[in-house]
């Protein structure tokens, strides 16, 4: 059961180093490292044939290269298997998630003009991207729309998706259709380490990428890391996360059913910080009445035992302080006044406002990615977006007389680092006794 600590009487930062450590994927052990870096050389040598043996080794799959690919046919059968309800509704996720991407997209701007300087910005979609959608219990078909969908509004052309099939070499249907309806253009039975490699450098079988997208285990994570720079990547993401701040008016039912449903991603970090002590214990007995209904009861109990803490501090104000050097994930504010709290906030993925907010609508159907910075790295990062998916290309345009009023700053910069072919570049062109050379 969740721990109770109290502010005054605790490092409340130490403790919470504390649970992260224990789940950074940056902190894994060389062994992991060197088996990643070794998939990675691997496939990019072998190609198709590392990945059919990785596929057969971690996968039990023992699939041929030319089984790589699902089928028009296969994605096609997966909607028999699927209900019209669930259709219904990730179709109303998409177009949610499209509507807010299209109203948060970047959009060209005017261009800068100053005496004889026109200076324009140009924003273009990246060519190709490559979504990773795990495997394992679950599957995860609100991953494929929420990281599909912002590359599909920003015009990427085409989308790759990977995800490790089961052991009877297929990939659960429920993927399939979503990858479908979001405009997926090609989809792949491959995971883990090795699909991140063949997304970054290409196989006879899969084509490279500019940038891969979508959460995974800490090999693929680490794998992420390895491939950056011969491909974009989005993040380099850990467990998930959720704080909960929270006052004697908020509802501990609601509280509890929120830091449960963090834990059950197992691990998930669930925290709650409250001025109430009454809350913390309310909290703690709902919990108690709420986990036995639960499916995943025994793992989310122990999710909740190792990365669950309730922080009772001495006031609102540290709860927003705690917050803010904590820097969520997922932040819900369940205050009398949440306004209030809110413009404390600085460091969040996402927040969710009100009783009437929980994370799963952010997870499901809200339109925000659910692609979100982890392990404080909100602190400098935001979710995954359309903006992601996007250039931007600097065009500058000087006149000759723009060009000859700035002569001398260029010469007088490029002479203190020693570059005087830069400075020679622009005086070549002012120079008025200079003829062009003909062209013979």
Not at 124 to 130: C, L, M, W
Not at 338 to 364: E, M, N, Q, R, W
């Amino acid at each position: 059961m969740m721990r109770i600590l109290k502010t005054w009487e605790c490092d409340a930062s130490l403790e919470i180093e504390k649970i992260k450590q224990g789940l950074d994927p940056l902190n894994s052990s060389s062994d992991i490292r060197t088996t990643v870096l070794k998939i990675i050389q691997d496939v990019k040598k072998n190609g198709d044939k590392a990945i059919a043996a990785y596929g057969k080794r971690f996968d039990k799959a023992p699939l041929s290269p030319e089984q790589f690919r699902v089928k028009e046919e296969e994605i096609e059968d997966a909607y028999k298997y699927v209900t019209g309800k669930f259709i219904k509704a990730i179709r109303l996720a998409i177009k949610n998630i499209q509507t807010y991407q299209n109203h948060i997209r970047i959009q060209n701007v005017k261009p800068l003009r100053s005496k004889g300087v026109i200076l324009d910005t140009i924003y273009t979609p990246i060519d190709s991207a490559g979504i990773y959608v795990p495997g394992g219990a679950a599957s995860y078909p609100s991953t494929v729309l929420m990281n599909a969908i912002p590359a599909q509004v920003a015009g990427v052309e085409k989308i790759v998706m990977v995800s490790p099939p089961k052991e009877d070499g297929n990939i659960p249907p429920e993927r399939l259709v979503a990858a479908k309806e979001a405009g997926v253009s090609e989809i792949y039975k491959i995971g883990g380490v090795q699909a991140i490699a063949a997304l970054a450098f290409g196989t006879k079988t899969i084509p490279s990428v500019d940038k891969i997208v979508g959460p995974g285990n800490v090999f693929v994570t680490l794998a992420k890391k390895e491939i950056f720079g011969y491909a974009g990547i989005d993040m380099l993401a850990g467990p998930s996360e959720v704080l909960i701040i929270a006052d004697n008016h908020a509802n501990p039912s609601y509280i509890a059913s929120d830091l449960l449903s963090q834990a059950e991603h197992t691990p998930g970090i669930s925290l709650l910080v409250t001025s109430s002590k009454l809350l913390a214990k309310q909290v703690l007995a709902e919990i108690t009445l709420q986990i036995k209904t639960l499916s995943r009861s025994a793992g989310t109990n122990e999710c909740l035992s190792k990365y669950g803490v309730i922080f009772i501090t001495k006031n609102m104000n540290e709860c927003i302080a705690l917050s803010n050097a904590i820097a969520p994930e997922h932040l819900q504010i369940m205050t009398q006044n949440p306004k209030a709290v809110l413009s404390g906030i600085k460091h969040a993925g996402a927040v969710f406002v009100g009783d009437y907010t929980p994370v799963a609508l952010g997870d499901y159907i809200a339109g925000p990615s659910h692609v979100l910075p982890t392990g404080g790295t909100a602190r400098f990062s935001s979710g995954l977006s359309v903006n992601d998916f996007i250039k931007r290309t600097s065009v500058i345009t000087y006149s000759q007389s723009a060009l000859r009023s700035v002569q001398q700053d260029v010469s007088e910069i490029s002479a203190s680092e020693g570059l005087d072919a830069h400075a020679k570049s622009v005086k070549i062109r002012l120079d008025s006794g200079r003829k062009k050379p003909s062209v013979r």
